[in-house]
C-alpha cells in the first residue's frame, strides 16, 4: 500500500529534551515536507526537501532540524523542544512530475511539550 | 497578501444542497491546483486536482480553475452530512523551486 509513515502518533515530552519524529515513504516520490497546523493557524510549513541532500526552509524553521540521507525518509527534529512547539505535525510526499503532484500525507503526530 | 487565499467559514448547507467553495492565489506562475478534505484530527487528503482552465468533475465534486482570474473553486453536489469537514486550497507554482501553497482552508458542515 502507497502510505506515508510518521511515527510516533503521540508524544509526550519535556521542555528541553531532543527529539526526532520518524517519516517514511514508499512511493519513490522526490518531494517531502513538514507541517506543524495549530487551530486557526491552518497548515504551516517548517522545511521541505526537494531531493536527497536538498532542503530548504518553509514558512517556520525556527526550532526545528530535518535531513534526508535517504530518499524515502525525512526525519524532523527538535533539539530542545519548548511548549511553543505543542502542536499536531505531519509529513507528506509527492512526486516532482506527473498528473498525481499532489501531496500524500501521513496520519500526523501530536506533540506536547510540557 | 496571503499567497492561496480562502474564506474560512464556517459555510453551512442542507443536505442535497449544493456547497460551493473558493480559493484565489497571487502567484501567477502556479500551473496546479488541488483540494484537500480534512476532517478534525485526521491528515488531509487529496480529492480533486485540476491543471487546466475549465471544469473537472469526478463524482459528487467539480473543480472550476479560472487562471486569467487566479480563481479556483470546488462544488460539492448533493451534500452529505459526511462531507462536513474543512477543505484546503493548494496552489504549486513549480517554479524557481518553489513549493505548493496551501489556503487556510473553509469549514463547511452539512446540516441534516
Known amino acids: 500500500e502507497a502510505q506515508v509513515t510518521q511515527n510516533p502518533r503521540y508524544l509526550i515530552t519535556v521542555t528541553g529534551k531532543k527529539l526526532t519524529v520518524t517519516c517514511s515513504q514508499n512511493m519513490n516520490h522526490e518531494y517531502m515536507s513538514w507541517y506543524r497546523q495549530d487551530p486557526g493557524l491552518g497548515l504551516r510549513q517548517i522545511y521541505y526537501s526537494m531531493n536527497v541532500e536538498v532542503t530548504d526552509k518553509g514558512d517556520v524553521p525556527e526550532g526545528y532540524k530535518v535531513s534526508r540521507k535517504e530518499k524515502r525518509n525525512f526525519p524532523l527534529i527538535l533539539e530542545s523542544p519548548s511548549p511553543n512547539q505543542t502542536s499536531l505535525y505531519f509529513c507528506?510526499?509527492?512526486?516532482?512530475?506527473?498528473?498525481?503532484?499532489?501531496?500524500?500525507f501521513g496520519s500526523g503526530t501530536r506533540l506536547t511539550v510540557v | 497578501q496571503k499567497e492561496v487565499e480562502q474564506n474560512s467559514g464556517p459555510l453551512s448547507v442542507p443536505e442535497g444542497a449544493i456547497a460551493s467553495l473558493n480559493c484565489t492565489y497571487s502567484d501567477r506562475g502556479s500551473q496546479s491546483f488541488f483540494w484537500y478534505r480534512q476532517y478534525s484530527g485526521k491528515s488531509p487528503e487529496l480529492i480533486m486536482s485540476i491543471y487546466s482552465n475549465g471544469d473537472k468533475e469526478d463524482g459528487r465534486f467539480t473543480a472550476q480553475l479560472n487562471k486569467a482570474s487566479q480563481y479556483v473553486s470546488l462544488l460539492i453536489r448533493d451534500s452529505q452530512p459526511s462531507d462536513s469537514a474543512t477543505y484546503l486550497c493548494?496552489?504549486?507554482?513549480?517554479?524557481?523551486?518553489?513549493?505548493?501553497?496551501f489556503g487556510a482552508g473553509t469549514r463547511l458542515t452539512v446540516k441534516p
Open positions: 507528506a510526499s509527492r512526486a516532482w512530475t506527473g498528473a498525481e503532484g499532489g501531496y500524500t
Open positions: 493548494a496552489a504549486d507554482p513549480r517554479a524557481n523551486n518553489n513549493d505548493m501553497r
